[in-house]
């Protein structure tokens, strides 16, 4: 892999609740976790830096849909990844690639938040956020994985690009929520320019 020292690896909300089982499960979340964690196994060293990014929920507002209504999934959406539960857990198929992990961004605790660069992280003690932390390791290029492909992938591969990176999703590495947005995001993404691979 050429220039692989600016090369990052971003994985995006391989969360408990966005897999099957969880709150807000998309189908094939849980195997997206279990190759994540073989990509990272095989391929980790071929990255200069690795990121994870986690939805994590204390009070988002209307992001989550009001107790006793029903969400409309575009705007309002079910509990999800609240602070303090399993939910906001990372899959027990990803944990064995955590440790190859160099920061966690977290994101959304009191408002909606689908990129990963609205997250921040406070490793070595400081807080930060991705594009800063990304810039500081020297990296162009990103690869993107996770869930969910037509929301929090698509969100945070669009702002990558916004900020200046080469940006690829890898696109069996990820799960969608429904055939027709994940199709409109991959429209999206590669009108912004992010690779589709």
Known sequence: ???SSALALIIVDVQNDFCEGGSLAVAGGTDVARRIAGLVAESGAGYA???ATADWHHDPGSHW???GTEPDY????PVHCKVGTGGEDFHD???PALPDVD???RKGHDSAAYSGFEGMTDAAGEAKGLAEWLREKEIRRVDIVGIATDHCVRATALDAARAGFDTRVLLDLTAGVAPETTAAALEEMR???VSVA
């Open 74 to 77: 575009r705007d309002s959406w």
């Open 191 to 193: 009108a912004a320019g």
């Open 65 to 67: 849909a009001p107790a």
């Open 93 to 95: 198929e990803l944990k």
């Open 49 to 51: 830096a690795i990121a």
């Open 1 to 3: 892999m050429a220039d």
């Open 103 to 105: 920061a966690i961004f």
